[in-house]
């Protein structure tokens, strides 16, 4: 039992042992690794973790992008004038600017705006000075006797004007620059300025180079001898060399020594500018498209100054001609003016007519028909400032039917009396207003004869001379002696009046086709009694009706009648009064 109890402890110790010394190996395995990593991180931890942020950095594209945003403006500013540097940008930039305005060109457009309008102006300015100094001088060379002498040349030798005024005019001008490769011979550029032309440029740039090079070798030349100039007919070539390059000049004229200058400042700048290109060029010219505006300096042109004697006595024989052809044609121009403001003024005027017009001897003159009412064509030559002298006129007479006229005429002939008006419409002549019945009898039977008249119409006339009549002759009135038929003293002259006004009312009812009733009736005083008065006032009526019974007509029907003292004229005691109502009174009415 005790060496059971023994074996176990024995057993069981001995685990417990090795465990320990395992244990021990394992945490010196564990602290070995974590010096290891100290170690590691002290030496390479710094290096490490800004590996690790740079690794970071390049996988994040939006952190690359806000560097390369970052450092872009200066590279652009730092070589912006590299020509390596603008070779290599011009091709992106140039199919991103033509991507951009194929897809929306309003942004560039808007872009533009503000540089585009004074471009656009200055070009046209320019454009228009040029043609307005071409003009002028055109202008000066064409009002000249040498003018007319290089006209007769230009006929003489087939050639234009134009050509021939440049030839006699022009001192020198550059019509041609050739900008060449020195070692090569190859045509880099070329520019013209007005109708010159050159069949094969890099032909003319071969042959220069030929040239050259056969004047070097035929005269024992070194490499530092050049040509510098060639003759031919009208035309010179100058030539600049330079250590790469050489600029030649195509002239008409003759220079002056000093335009060599100008040669060597453009060639001594595309040295400057192209140098690379130059330097490493084969046969691609289009680099140096930018030195065309270098080379266009060079295309001078200078004419001669014209004398400043002129010709004087011709222009001012020109300019007194002209003044006197201004001067004449003003005085023409108004006194066309007034001319046809006189035959405006005619034209306008009833009753006449212009039938024609123009200039007879050295004078105006016009001839047409005149109503012999209308106004006096004379009186109209002062309004146009015109005189009788001024004018040979002619005028017919006629009579116009214009109602204006026809109504004055229709006065003239009918001349009708105070109180009737006329008045013309669509021809139909109407008279309005008491006029006498003779009267209208006459103008009816004149009217129709009268120009511009077709009819007269004298109805409202008539209508007034009617009611005249009838307030004529009930106008009358005879009084009679008290308890008496017999006409009180001077009443014998208002009975006669009343006959009168009687046998005129008879005309008129003839005249106008009308039937008239006349009552006469007897009146008397209130004095005495009914029975008496009635039988008085029938026999004083009687007495008016035997009157007028004279001149009675078949458009004139009498009648008469009493009425005592029934109808008073005033209502009175006095004598005066009551000798006012012993009377016979008159009334008309028209019989249907």
């Given at each position: 039992?005790?060496?059971?109890?023994?074996?176990?402890?024995?057993?069981?110790?001995?685990?417990a042992v090795l465990t320990s010394d395992r244990a021990a190996?394992?945490?010196?395995?564990?602290?070995?690794?974590?010096?290891?990593?100290?170690?590691?991180?002290?030496?390479?931890?710094?290096?490490?973790?800004?590996?690790?942020?740079?690794?970071?950095?390049?996988?994040?594209?939006?952190?690359?992008?806000?560097?390369?945003?970052?450092?872009?403006?200066?590279?652009?500013?730092?070589?912006?004038?590299?020509?390596?540097?603008?070779?290599?940008?011009?091709?992106?930039?140039?199919?991103?600017?033509?991507?951009?305005?194929?897809?929306?060109?309003?942004?560039?457009?808007?872009?533009?705006?503000?540089?585009?309008?004074?471009?656009?102006?200055?070009?046209?300015?320019?454009?228009?000075?040029?043609?307005?100094?071409?003009?002028?001088?055109?202008?000066?060379?064409?009002?000249?006797?040498?003018?007319?002498?290089?006209?007769?040349?230009?006929?003489?030798?087939?050639?234009?004007?134009?050509?021939?005024?440049?030839?006699?005019?022009?001192?020198?001008?550059?019509?041609?620059?050739?900008?060449?490769?020195?070692?090569?011979?190859?045509?880099?550029?070329?520019?013209?300025?007005?109708?010159?032309?050159?069949?094969?440029?890099?032909?003319?740039?071969?042959?220069?180079?030929?040239?050259?090079?056969?004047?070097?070798?035929?005269?024992?030349?070194?490499?530092?001898?050049?040509?510098?100039?060639?003759?031919?007919?009208?035309?010179?070539?100058?030539?600049?060399?330079?250590?790469?390059?050489?600029?030649?000049?195509?002239?008409?004229?003759?220079?002056?020594?000093?335009?060599?200058?100008?040669?060597?400042?453009?060639?001594?700048?595309?040295?400057?500018?192209?140098?690379?290109?130059?330097?490493?060029?084969?046969?691609?010219?289009?680099?140096?498209?930018?030195?065309?505006?270098?080379?266009?300096?060079?295309?001078?042109?200078?004419?001669?100054?014209?004398?400043?004697?002129?010709?004087?006595?011709?222009?001012?024989?020109?300019?007194?001609?002209?003044?006197?052809?201004?001067?004449?044609?003003?005085?023409?121009?108004?006194?066309?003016?007034?001319?046809?403001?006189y035959l405006e003024a005619l034209r306008s005027e009833p009753?006449?007519?212009?039938?024609?017009?123009?200039?007879?001897?050295?004078?105006?003159?016009?001839?047409?028909?005149?109503?012999?009412?209308?106004?006096?064509?004379?009186?109209?030559?002062?309004?146009?400032?015109?005189?009788?002298?001024?004018?040979?006129?002619?005028?017919?007479?006629?009579?116009?039917?214009?109602?204006?006229?026809?109504?004055?005429?229709?006065?003239?002939?009918?001349?009708?009396?105070?109180?009737?008006?006329?008045?013309?419409?669509?021809?139909?002549?109407?008279?309005?207003?008491?006029?006498?019945?003779?009267?209208?009898?006459?103008?009816?039977?004149?009217?129709?004869?009268?120009?511009?008249?077709?009819?007269?119409?004298?109805?409202?006339?008539?209508?007034?001379?009617?009611?005249?009549?009838?307030?004529?002759?009930?106008?009358?009135?005879?009084?009679?002696?008290?308890?008496?038929?017999?006409?009180?003293?001077?009443?014998?002259?208002?009975?006669?009046?009343?006959?009168?006004?009687?046998?005129?009312?008879?005309?008129?009812?003839?005249?106008?086709?009308?039937?008239?009733?006349?009552?006469?009736?007897?009146?008397?005083?209130?004095?005495?009694?009914?029975?008496?008065?009635?039988?008085?006032?029938?026999?004083?009526?009687?007495?008016?009706?035997?009157?007028?019974?004279?001149?009675?007509?078949?458009?004139?029907?009498?009648?008469?009648?009493?009425?005592?003292?029934?109808?008073?004229?005033?209502?009175?005691?006095?004598?005066?009064?009551?000798?006012?109502?012993?009377?016979?009174?008159?009334?008309?009415?028209?019989?249907?």
């Open positions: 039992m005790a060496e059971t109890r023994s074996g176990p402890d024995r057993g069981g110790a001995a685990p190996d394992g945490w010196r395995g564990v602290d070995d690794d974590d010096a290891l990593a100290e170690l590691r991180t002290l030496l390479i931890g710094q290096e490490r973790d800004q590996l690790a942020s740079i690794l970071e950095r390049l996988d994040d594209p939006a952190a690359r992008r806000r560097e390369v945003a970052d450092v872009l403006p200066h590279v652009l500013l730092e070589h912006a004038a590299d020509p390596r540097f603008m070779h290599a940008l011009t091709p992106p930039i140039e199919r991103a600017i033509t991507a951009s305005v194929r897809r929306n060109p309003a942004p560039l457009a808007d872009a533009l705006f503000p540089v585009m309008g004074p471009a656009i102006r200055k070009a046209v300015a320019a454009a228009l000075s040029g043609m307005v100094e071409t003009l002028n001088r055109a202008l000066e060379q064409s009002l000249s006797w040498r003018s007319i002498a290089w006209r007769l040349e230009a006929l003489r030798t087939g050639k234009s004007f134009a050509e021939v005024m440049l030839l006699h005019t022009l001192v020198y001008r550059v019509e041609q620059v050739f900008l060449i490769d020195r070692t090569s011979g190859l045509l880099l550029q070329h520019v013209t300025q007005g109708p010159a032309e050159v069949s094969d440029a890099d032909m003319v740039s071969g042959m220069l180079t030929a040239i050259r090079d056969f004047v070097k070798d035929s005269f024992r030349g070194t490499d530092n001898d050049s040509l510098e100039a060639v003759k031919v007919g009208e035309l010179s070539l100058w030539i600049e060399q330079g250590p790469r390059a050489v600029l030649a000049a195509v002239m008409r004229g003759s220079a002056p020594r000093a335009f060599r200058t100008t040669l060597q400042t453009a060639l001594e700048r595309i040295h400057l500018e192209f140098a690379d290109e130059l330097a490493r060029f084969r046969d691609d010219a289009s680099v140096f498209e930018g030195a065309r505006p270098t080379l266009e300096s060079c295309l001078h042109t200078e004419l001669q100054t014209p004398a400043a004697k002129g010709h004087r006595t011709l222009w001012i024989a020109l300019g007194v001609g002209a003044l006197a052809f201004a001067v004449w044609a003003g005085l023409a121009l108004r006194e066309r003016s007034r001319w046809n403001s009753g006449i007519v212009v039938v024609s017009s123009g200039r007879r001897n050295g004078r105006h003159a016009v001839s047409g028909l005149r109503d012999p009412l209308a106004r006096d064509p004379a009186s109209l030559l002062s309004a146009s400032g015109l005189g009788p002298a001024d004018v040979d006129a002619t005028w017919e007479p006629f009579y116009a039917a214009s109602p204006a006229l026809a109504l004055a005429r229709a006065r003239q002939v009918l001349q009708p009396p105070d109180g009737v008006a006329l008045a013309l419409n669509h021809g139909v002549l109407s008279a309005s207003g008491a006029a006498p019945l003779s009267w209208l009898e006459s103008a009816s039977r004149l009217a129709a004869l009268i120009p511009g008249v077709s009819a007269f119409d004298g109805s409202t006339a008539a209508e007034a001379a009617v009611r005249a009549a009838i307030a004529r002759l009930e106008g009358l009135t005879p009084l009679f002696v008290k308890g008496q038929a017999t006409l009180a003293p001077g009443q014998d002259d208002v009975l006669r009046e009343l006959v009168v006004r009687a046998a005129e009312m008879q005309r008129t009812a003839a005249a106008v086709g009308r039937r008239f009733r006349v009552e006469v009736i007897g009146h008397t005083d209130a004095d005495g009694v009914p029975e008496s008065n009635l039988p008085l006032s029938r026999a004083r009526a009687a007495l008016v009706h035997a009157a007028l019974q004279r001149v009675a007509g078949d458009r004139f029907e009498i009648l008469e009648l009493g009425v005592g003292s029934n109808d008073p004229v005033v209502q009175s005691d006095s004598e005066t009064d009551k000798q006012r109502n012993r009377r016979v009174t008159v009334r008309v009415t028209q019989v249907p």
